[in-house]
């Protein structure tokens, strides 16, 4: 874990998303670590698990590219500090598997004429090229983010050969993004290939992803992340469970048994389709999963779960919803958070709650981000 890890694009200026790289592993989780507790002081933690860590490189299982260059030259990257559009297909947080898919995609961009879009000249077609890939299989899903539907004829033209060179490629869609603006995706999605969503497996919990879904991009942590909650749930002995937030399913899936009655809650409707899938899959039940507003539906239900798990966006649950569970007062809320700052302006409203447990999941090496878990338990009189 006190290796660097050697990046040329990082060392020649081209890329800095990693702003970290030149600290070894180690270092960065100490300081990560030393942030967490310095956020928390206020709420006496009783307990900071050890963190954990996984690889230092080639764990990422997510691709977003930036279409840039020209339709002779294409380029899949991003726009260095200098200006210049900077190929990434060789990022060492991918693993080679995904470096020579993303190598090959842009010989198929170049080879189908597709141009990418200059937000300079609102002009092109292609504006991002995203890429997943499943880590228990290799099996990928492909999107092509496009302008419009111009160059799915291109596309579709020059699949089967990409096919037939990475037959794990299991799904391509076209996502139609009209806007110029910096947004990644649009609404319509285009099936062109293959199965209507990937598989992934973390501790034998089958999970599926659609192309909107949102999934974790480091799947060995994602999996102890998981893991962890069922660890801490377990003893517990629940009937009841709540899992707002619940995307396609990971946490509670993870920590339902076949007695207990478990509801997910997500906006996303084609996350929740993945996550009933799952739960099928599993045998499960006593499961409800609803596509709802986790807010809205806390704040209109009369019944109260012996536990909640929280897995909110970087922009916490919000002053309105934690007031809201900390006047539904389940006995214990197990909070996963993706920006400490946030949890711990949420973590105020909580005042009827100890802070039982806090772990820190190094999700995202190499930057200042990581992820969060904390176990709540209500007070007793």
């Known amino acids: 874990m006190s290796q660097l890890l050697q990046c040329q694009f990082y060392q020649q200026h081209l890329c800095r998303s990693c702003a970290l790289l030149d600290l ?18 206020p709420f006496a933690v009783e307990s900071y698990e050890p963190a954990v860590v996984g690889p230092v490189a080639a764990f990422r299982n997510k691709a977003k590219m930036v279409a840039l260059g020209a339709a002779h030259q294409p380029i899949l990257g991003i726009v260095s500090p ?3 559009p900077v190929s990434l297909v060789n990022c060492p947080l991918y693993p080679t598997s995904m470096q020579q898919l993303l190598a090959r995609l842009e ?8 141009a990418p879009y200059r937000v300079d000249k609102a002009k092109g077609e292609l504006k991002f090229v995203l890429l997943t890939q499943a880590q228990h299989s290799g099996e990928f899903m492909l999107r092509f983010v496009l302008r419009s539907t111009t160059a799915i004829a291109r596309i579709e033209r020059e699949l089967a050969g990409l096919l ?62 998981y893991a962890t909650a069922k660890a801490w749930l377990a003893p ?96 214990h809320i197990l909070y996963s958070s993706c920006n400490p700052k946030t949890l711990a302006d949420d973590l105020q409203h909580f005042n009827e709650y100890r802070c039982v447990k806090v772990q820190l999941f190094d999700m995202f090496p190499h930057t200042d981000h990581f992820e969060v878990l904390v176990l709540l338990t209500r007070k007793t009189a």
Not at 24 to 40: A, C, D, H, I, T
Not at 296 to 305: I, L
């Open 82 to 84: 200098s200006g210049e």
């Open 236 to 331: 517990l002995q629940l009937r009841s469970l709540w899992d707002l937030f619940c995307g396609v399913g990971g946490f509670g899936l993870h920590c339902a048994t076949a007695e207990m009655q478990l509801t997910g809650i997500e906006i996303e409707a084609e996350a929740i389709a993945c996550a009933k899938l799952a739960a099928a899959e599993l045998g499960l039940t006593q499961v409800s999963f609803q596509a709802l507003d986790s807010s809205n539906f806390a704040a209109g239900s009369q019944q109260v779960p012996d536990a909640v798990i929280v897995n909110p966006p970087r922009r916490g649950l919000g002053r309105e919803l934690c007031q809201s569970l900390a006047a539904f007062a389940p006995q």
């Open 24 to 41: 070894p592993l180690v270092e960065q989780v100490e300081g990560k670590q030393q942030q967490l507790q310095q956020l928390l002081h």
């Open 164 to 225: 037939a060179e990475f037959p794990a490629i299991k799904l391509v869609t076209a996502n139609i993004q009209p806007v110029h603006m910096a947004r990644l995706e649009g609404e319509e999605e285009i099936w062109l290939y293959g199965e209507p969503r990937l598989k992934e497996v973390f501790n034998q919990v089958p999970l599926y992803i659609r192309p909107k879904s949102f999934f974790q991009t480091n799947p060995e942590v994602a999996a102890q992340l």
């Open 107 to 114: 010989r198929f961009i170049q080879q189908a004429g597709i």
